[in-house]
């Protein structure tokens, strides 16, 4: 299944074309942005690499032949309890794009749960939306007029979704995600508590009804029950036509979320 977001690239063409460097000065700042993050990165966390973590090395390397992602990528632990994860993309090869797994993601999930995690964050990678964020900040700062505000705040939450679907693309596995989600969300085992998928799913779908009538629905990521419906879509809809039919109500509240 293609995991685009149609409504997420075009609002991407729409807001790089408002913030897209119109100087070599401009480009100049990415560039240094991206020295800066790599060394800081190099300096305060420890590299993903065959020598100290070899099999969270390979594990990396499976999911980027995986996504047929070819861009230089350079992936770090950081050390934090929460799960999570983050992405610095780059937009050449001068300097690395960045991934960064917090120290409780590794500890905590398995190596399929990871694939996920790590799959979303490559997401973020393949689409350059980090491109358009950096850019963004640096053009508008605190000036942003309401209209290009709502368009980024939008697209930020359509990034997640998709990212989410390239996550699901790389483990492959609807067990592997909610098992994620519960670990992401609570810090728990879902295994712990018995508790079978199609239980916790349901209670989600009745969740997310509290979500579809516009509003705020969070910040940068989508509250989390729409994050795990949509992702119980992709993986179950047979067709891109009947999946895009299925998410109308999910994609139309995050349309309208400043309303």
């Not at 989390?224 to 419906?229: G, K, S």
Request: negative net charge; aromatic residues 10%; proline residues 3%.
């Amino acid at each position: 299944m293609n995991p685009a977001i149609l409504q997420r690239k075009n609002l991407q063409n729409k807001l790089w074309k408002l913030v897209i460097p119109k100087s070599s000065n401009e480009i100049d700042w990415e560039l240094e942005e991206q020295r800066f993050s790599f060394y800081d990165e190099s300096c305060y966390n420890l590299q993903i690499a065959p020598d100290t973590t070899p099999s969270l090395y390979n594990l990396c390397q499976t999911v980027m032949l995986h996504l047929h992602v070819q861009d230089n990528v350079r992936f770090f632990i950081d050390n934090r309890v929460r799960v999570a994860g983050s992405c610095i993309a780059s937009a050449n090869n001068i300097y690395p794009s960045i991934i960064r797994l917090s120290s409780g993601a590794v500890n905590t999930l398995t190596d399929n749960e990871l694939t996920f995690l790590i799959g979303h964050e490559l997401g973020h990678v393949l689409m350059l939306d980090r491109l358009v964020r950096f850019y963004f900040h640096k053009q508008y700062k605190d000036k942003t007029p309401r209209l290009v505000n709502h368009l980024f705040h939008v697209f930020e939450m359509l990034t997640e979704l998709e990212a989410d679907r390239y996550g699901y693309l790389a483990c492959n596995s609807l067990e592997d995600f909610v098992n994620y989600q519960y670990k992401m969300i609570g810090g728990l085992d879902r295994q712990k508590f018995g508790v079978p998928i199609e239980t916790f799913l349901e209670t989600n779908r009745q969740r997310v009804n509290l979500f579809l009538h516009g509003g705020w629905l969070g910040d940068r990521h989508p509250a989390n029950a729409l994050r795990i419906e949509a992702i119980r879509l992709f993986s179950s809809c047979q067709t891109y036509r009947e999946l895009q039919a299925q998410m109308k109500p999910i994609i139309d509240s995050i349309m309208n979320c400043d309303d």
